[in-house]
């Protein structure tokens, strides 16, 4: 049996999420992987930091943010380390950053994960600011130190929309990829087909969830905007920033727009793009009004998809979920086993 132990930066959603998978799932891990994932040590600015070396108890910890909203009175040798001290002296070798996310500066995270890259230790993550704004950057720093890192969550969540780039179409020649990518506008425009105004649907969004604490990121397209960055950088290997990206969001768009189009047979997405165009890589967020035969007119509601334009195959879509809390969970987990294939200990 294989143990990797984890060091959670940050135990909002995601990390609880991550628990509640562990929690659930570590005796079909270990059966069919040989693989035991620990969680050592979290550190959490408004729930509490906690580390015992020999490993705290998921159910405990879930028990405890359930019952008291943080983590005060749960037991364990050593408290209130910050992130990076839990990062440098904690026993983990993976650190699981799934702090607060920052798409201006990629703060505090930025730092973190590059605090334990430097430390020699993998890192996993479902933070965008940090990986829209540096992956070329962390991706030198994590070969140079012999470690990996993970980002599957960063675009639709567990839905493993960079891995099928990455891994199951390499080599078929990816020209261009579209995707709705944010969750919120996505579940707008189907509610505004449905009668009800932007405002209300938005309220809904945000009481479900899926909206970020400030929902101008979603709404104005940069969340999108983000997510094409980073597909950019990982499947098209050209180093965007988020100012390359042509964004619009769907602001612009009123109830009569939304009528228009469906009377025509035609449906309003909020579509993010990269593609090779001349030679150049185009990038794009804006809405668009597509036909009822294109793959992505009819994904409805929260769920997101991508579709992949290939030389080989043309187009290859996936659909599922872009958000969520064990769906990003899943991310982390597919990250993790990832980590224990490379090291060729996955069979
Ligand atoms: N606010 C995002 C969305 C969450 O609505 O898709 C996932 O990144």
Not at 129 to 141: E, F, M, R, S, V
Not at 210 to 217: F, H, R, S, V
Not at 293 to 302: D, F, K, R
């Amino acid at each position: 049996m294989q143990t990797y132990r984890l060091a959670l930066i940050g135990f909002g959603n995601v990390g609880q999420g991550l628990a509640q998978i562990l929690l659930e799932r570590e005796a079909e891990l270990a059966d069919r992987f040989g693989v035991h994932f620990q969680i050592v040590a979290i550190s959490d600015l408004l729930k509490g930091s906690l580390y015992d070396p020999d490993g705290l108890s998921p159910a405990t910890l879930l028990t405890e943010i359930q019952t008291h909203g943080n983590l005060d009175d749960a037991v364990a040798p050593h408290r209130g380390w910050g992130a990076l001290r839990t990062i440098t002296e904690s026993n983990a070798d993976v650190v699981v950053e799934i702090s607060y996310t920052d798409l201006k500066t990629g703060e505090p995270a930025l730092g973190h994960i590059r605090h334990a890259l430097n430390a020699g230790k993998h890192v996993i993550t479902t933070n965008k600011g940090p990986i829209a704004l540096q992956y070329p950057q962390l991706a030198i720093l994590a070969e140079a130190n012999g470690v990996q890192i993970g980002v599957e969550g960063t675009v639709m969540s567990g839905t493993p929309a960079l891995r099928l780039g990455l891994d199951l179409l390499a080599g078929a020649g990816i020209s261009r990829i579209q995707g709705i990518l944010n969750g919120t506008t996505n579940y707008i425009l189907t509610q505004m087909e449905a009668e009800i105004s932007y405002e209300e649907a938005l309220a809904d969004a945000q009481a479900m969830g899926y909206a970020e604490a400030d929902p101008t990121g979603d709404v104005e397209g940069y969340d999108a905007a983000g997510k094409v960055v980073i597909l950019a950088n990982l499947l098209m290997d050209t180093p965007l920033t988020m100012a390359d990206v042509d964004r619009r969001g769907i602001t612009g768009l009123t109830l009569p727009d939304i009528h228009e189009a469906r009377q025509a047979g035609e449906r309003w997405k909020l579509i993010g793009s990269v593609e090779i165009k001349g030679g150049d890589v185009v990038a794009s967020v804006r809405p668009l009004r597509l036909p009822a035969t294109h793959p992505l007119a009819n994904v409805s509601g929260a769920t997101n998809a991508i579709t992949y334009t290939t030389d080989l195959l043309g187009d290859v879509t996936l659909v599922g979920p872009g958000a969520g809390r064990v769906e990003t969970g899943y991310a982390l987990l597919g990250d993790m086993l990832a980590i224990h294939r490379y090291r060729g200990e996955l069979t």
